[in-house]
């Protein structure tokens, strides 16, 4: 079983960071496809970031790279996401998914971007 835990998210202005942490709680960590998804207002879940199990190369979306970050403490079972130069469309529930003999998401959290 797999229970994955986010937090850090916020209010912000535009231009401003932020890091958004997922804690894994299960076996076999280093062995899942694990990143970061959110879900904008009036849209689907999509993909931000994310690390791929089998060589450890990461994937962002066009709208985040040069601004977000993701990496990950195999120690501590936990994914980080940095965020910097916000925009009032990164507005959404983020979300950790892990993907390995099945998917799992965290509950959400929400980062709000003001203008």
């Known amino acids: 079983q797999v229970q994955l835990i986010e937090s850090g998210g916020g209010l912000v202005q535009a231009g401003d960071s932020l890091t958004l942490s997922c804690v894994f709680h299960?076996?076999?960590?280093?062995?899942?496809?694990i990143g970061w998804f959110r879900q904008r207002p009036g849209r689907g879940r999509e993909v931000v970031a994310a690390?791929?199990?089998?060589?450890?190369?990461?994937h962002y979306a066009d709208s985040v790279k040069g601004r977000f970050t993701i990496s990950r403490d195999d120690a501590q079972n936990t994914v980080y996401l940095k965020m910097n130069s916000l925009k009032p469309e990164d507005t959404a529930v983020y979300y950790c998914?892990?993907?390995?003999?099945?998917?799992?998401w965290g509950q959400g959290t929400q980062v709000t971007v003001s203008s």
């Open positions: 299960g076996r076999s960590f280093s062995s899942y496809s």
């Open positions: 690390f791929n199990w089998s060589d450890d190369d990461t």
């Open positions: 998914g892990a993907n390995g003999g099945g998917t799992y």
